[in-house]
């Protein structure tokens, strides 16, 4: 499954999550504003993804910009990467590409326009391939904490059509299975956008792993009758503290999982770790229409005229994680040392 492809007449293509299962859809995008509309629109979805496709969207950007001076050329590329960056306000991993391919053209701001461009895109690329390098990085680390025969509860969609490729909470199930562990998973079906019905089920059809669908509001039910050996999630952002921000609903199952004695894992690489945010009370959460919540495929499922309240993410308390899976190792508490010291070992 490849979540987005570069092509060799240098058009993004990205693969339409809105039309999955039934349809496999690719769009062609070939400026930077048809990227962050598909962005906005969740045609691509998930921090790592997100990141790797808006890098893209800033290669498109420097194209058009090939007949201007050097500095017109990065004063340009950063207007690009503003509009970009205001798509999704809570995956860092957005502001983390966009900060790092802008950072690499000021460092060689006096080249030309079509050196810069080249820059734009050979950076994209790097940024492309260490996402998925980093995935199974943290597949490697990740199944070692999965035992054989578990059975792992998981939320919304957290796999290769989260990132660039493998994926994070799913690249530990894939990693566990080829590893030669017979695990199973159950896939919430993660209202109000089915992203766990939608798409982690098809992801674990694909890979021929055993996956049972199950609604968001029987996950309480499923692990008091002892059906569930531990709970796997991705993460949108990580506060410096271990604050958890992803998918509405994941600090409900991180709830239940304490209540039941249950591990509550975290995947994600280090490029969703934010160690300027000391909390996730600093975290932006996004909010999205009301009609997510009050319509599915265009018919309505509520009276006309009622509020909705749709965040898009909650924020899971440091204090219910487990351990967090990271590209660079495991984690555990206390987060405020440990997840720092992901970072002081990169230094060394």
């Not at 990065?74 to 790092?100: C, M, Q």
Request: charged share 20%; hydrophobic share 45%; proline share 5%.
């Amino acid at each position: 499954m490849e979540t987005m492809r570069w092509t060799d007449e240098g058009i993004l293509e990205l693969l339409d999550q809105t039309r999955l299962p039934s349809q496999v859809v690719y769009i062609k995008c070939a400026n930077h504003r048809e990227v962050a509309a598909a962005i906005k629109r969740l045609a691509v979805r998930g921090a790592p993804a997100i990141g790797a496709a808006a890098a893209f969207g800033l290669v498109l950007a420097g194209r058009s910009l090939k007949s201007l001076s050097g500095d017109e050329f990065i004063a340009g590329i950063r207007a690009a990467a503003a509009e970009l960056a205001a798509t999704r306000p809570t995956a860092v991993n957005l502001y983390w590409a966009l900060e790092r391919v802008t950072r690499r053209l000021e460092t060689a701001a006096s080249r030309t326009p079509d050196e810069l461009y080249a820059l734009l895109l050979d950076e994209a690329l790097a940024l492309y391939a260490e996402d998925v390098a980093s995935n199974r990085k943290m597949g490697l680390y990740g199944q070692e904490l999965v035992p054989a025969g578990a059975r792992i509860l998981t939320h919304c969609n957290a796999g290769a059509l989260a990132t660039a490729g493998y994926g994070t909470a799913l690249g530990v199930i894939r990693a566990a299975r080829e590893a030669g562990k017979e695990i199973s998973v159950y896939a919430s079906e993660t209202r109000p956008l089915l992203q766990g019905a939608r798409l982690t089920a098809w992801e674990m059809i694909q890979e021929n792993i055993p996956v049972t669908l199950i609604t968001d509001n029987m996950a309480g039910y499923l692990m008091a009758k002892g059906r569930v050996d531990l709970v796997l999630v991705g993460a949108d952002r990580i506060a410096a503290n271990g604050d958890v921000a992803n998918k509405i609903g994941t600090y409900g199952l991180a709830v239940l999982a304490r209540e039941h004695n249950l591990p509550f894992y975290v995947a994600a690489p280090v490029s969703t770790i934010d160690l300027n945010l000391a909390s996730g009370e600093e975290i932006p959460v996004e909010e999205r229409e009301p009609e997510e919540v009050t319509h599915l495929a265009g018919l309505p499922l509520a009276p006309a005229g009622v509020s909705v309240w749709n965040p898009a993410f909650d924020i899971t308390p440091h204090r219910l994680v487990t351990a967090i899976i990271t590209d660079r190792g495991i984690v555990r508490p206390p987060y405020v040392e440990t997840l720092q010291k992901l970072f002081e070992t990169k230094k060394t």
